[in-house]
T-cell receptor, first 116, second 114 residues
Framework: AQKITQTQPGMFVQEKEAVTLDCTYD???????LFWYKQPSSGEMIFLIY??????QNATEGRYSLNFQKARKSANLVISASQLGDSAMYFC?????????????FGKGNQVVVIP | NAGVTQTPKFRILKIGQSMTLQCTQD?????MYWYRQDPGMGLKLIYY???????DKGEVPNGYNVSRSTTEDFPLRLELAAPSQTSVYFC?????????????FGSGTRLTVV
């Protein structure tokens, strides 16, 4: 069974608008961590934001915020004030367990294209 | 600080050939990982290591081997290359005890098997 589900089709977003990328996850472990990574067309993987399962508040990092709804098992990424450089693939990933071997399971990604 | 360095960046192999993808990190990270990314897909874990001398299989280990003789290096060996191994390979590392154990990724190796 897929642990991370990202099913949105490719998205076009107007520059300066906000965009929300959906991510749902599946785990029975009460301790887990959720990550979002950005992969621009150049191919590198760039860490954006992290949310721990016990964190009381939603994570924020600059223009990135994570809408964490634990009961629904969703961890949506919100990018505010989109910029042309935000055009990329975005991957949601999960680590199960407190830390252990720190293996990550990745979703299939969301494609975002920012248009001027 | 170089971070995670992968070589080569690109490679074309013929079916049945072998090669080693190199990965080295200079951050003294104890955890290292190899992932592959097929077109339009997320990353799948091939092998990982939690420290020198310790390796373990991930989700898709068949056709690959690894070793971890030092903290810095984590090479991935492909024996008898097959077209199904055409992919982009990412090496990553993380540090036990860091804020969220986040990964530092290498820039990837694009491998084509023909």
């Amino acid at each position: 069974a897929q642990k991370i589900t990202q099913t949105q089709p490719g998205m076009f977003v107007q520059e300066k608008e906000a965009v929300t990328l959906d991510c749902t996850y599946d785990t029975s472990d009460p301790s887990y961590g959720l990550f979002w990574y950005k992969q621009p067309s150049s191919g590198e993987m760039i860490f954006l934001i992290y949310q721990g399962s016990y964190d009381q508040q939603n994570a924020t990092e600059g223009r990135y915020s994570l809408n964490f709804q634990k009961a629904r098992k969703s961890a949506n990424l919100v990018i505010s004030a989109s910029q042309l450089g935000d055009s990329a693939m975005y991957f949601c990933a999960m680590r199960e367990g407190l830390y252990g071997n720190n293996r990550l399971a990745f979703g299939k990604g969301n494609q975002v294209v920012v248009i001027p | 600080n170089a971070g995670v360095t992968q070589t080569p960046k690109f490679r074309i192999l013929k079916i049945g050939q072998s090669m080693t993808l190199q990965c080295t990190q200079d951050m003294n990270h104890n955890y290292m990982y190899w992932y592959r990314q097929d077109p339009g897909m997320g990353l799948k874990l091939i092998y990982y290591s939690v420290g020198a001398g310790i390796t373990d299989k991930g989700e898709v280990p068949n056709g690959y081997n690894v070793s971890r003789s030092t903290t810095e290096d984590f090479p991935l060996r492909l024996e008898l290359a097959a077209p199904s191994q055409t992919s982009v390979y990412f090496c990553a590392s993380s540090l036990k005890g860091s804020d969220n154990y986040g990964y530092t990724f290498g820039s990837g190796t694009r491998l084509t098997v023909v």
